[in-house]
């Protein structure tokens, strides 16, 4: 447990390996669904960020 500012206690860890674990399945869906509208010889930035 982690006290606050205010003298209550919250917990510490069990809400992060929530959210990792949502992150990563939401990784798994969603991360074909995008990656076939980019362009084969798309590879991060191009000069048109600049």
């Known amino acids: 447990m982690i006290p606050k500012a205010n003298g209550n206690l919250r917990r510490l860890g069990i809400p992060t390996v929530a959210d990792r674990v ?21 590879y991060g930035r191009t000069s048109a960020w600049r």
């Open 22 to 42: 949502i992150q990563a399945s939401l990784k798994l869906v969603l991360e074909p669904v995008f990656e076939a509208d980019f362009r084969p010889c798309a």
